[in-house]
T-cell receptor
Framework: KNEVEQSPQNLTAQEGEFITINCSYS?????LHWLQQHPGGGIVSLFM???GKKKHGRLIATINIQEKHSSLHITASHPRDSAVYIC???????????FGKGTHLIIQP | DAGVIQSPRHEVTEMGQEVTLRCKPI?????LFWYRQTMMRGLELLIY????????DSGMPEDRFSAKMPNASFSTLKIQPSEPRDSAVYFC????????????FGQGTRLTVV
């Protein structure tokens, strides 16, 4: 069974700071997902990647397959980025997603 | 498409009562997943269906939990009898395939069992 670990668990930063959230997994996967959950509770898929790097606006996701590690970066962070960011792995011998515990991000003005 | 639709959004029920959660996946998606989110355990897969057939229900916590998918556009998750420890947010998600495809989540049902 895949183990997905995220760090940090909680992160508070000032507006404008560069944010990095890390995710590691224990077995090979078919894809790594980054999800965002706002205080209202809905979950939105930000990225799905199996290699390299993807960029969407101020968000960048990278993955290193050999090291079984992925990072989510937020440039020029803004209070509206405050949310829980969840890393999830698909594949690795199981269907569905295996989730990390999430990173609770607060961006202060 | 309106996305994955779950109902109800909130449910409060008394211990021992039957609870039924409903989900309408995105049309054309072959896979449907039921997840549960709690403070202690985070998000966990309960069960998933492929083309309306249950494939893996190993995440279903107890026999009190059951799920059905009578057709491609509707699934239910039932808890009978409900217990306070079942209180959680239950998410339904659908995907065109299971192996690495993007998952689309419903808004979730917040269940409180008192």
């Amino acid at each position: 069974k895949n183990e997905v670990e995220q760090s940090p668990q909680n992160l508070t930063a000032q507006e404008g700071e560069f944010i990095t959230i890390n995710c590691s997994y224990s077995v090979g996967i078919s894809a790594l997902h980054w999800l965002q959950q706002h205080p209202g509770g809905g979950i939105v898929s930000l990225f799905m990647l199996s290699s390299g790097k993807k960029k969407h606006g101020r968000l960048i996701a990278t993955i290193n397959i050999q090291e079984k590690h992925s990072s989510l970066h937020i440039t020029a962070s803004h209070p509206r980025d405050s949310a829980v960011y969840i890393c999830a792995a698909s594949g690795g011998g199981a269907d569905g997603l295996t989730f990390g515990k999430g990173t609770h991000l607060i961006i202060q003005p | 498409d309106a996305g994955v639709i779950q109902s109800p959004r909130h449910e409060v029920t008394e211990m021992g009562q039957e609870v039924t959660l409903r989900c309408k996946p995105i049309s054309g998606h072959d896979y449907l997943f039921w997840y549960r989110q709690t403070m202690m355990r985070g998000l966990e897969l309960l069960i998933y269906f492929n083309n309306n057939v249950p494939i893996d229900d190993s995440g279903m916590p107890e026999d009190r939990f059951s799920a059905k998918m009578p057709n491609a556009s509707f699934s239910t998750l039932k808890i009978q009898p409900s217990e306070p420890r079942d209180s959680a947010v239950y998410f339904c998600a659908s995907s065109p395939t299971s192996n690495g495809a993007e998952a689309f989540f419903g808004q979730g049902t917040r269940l409180t069992v008192v």
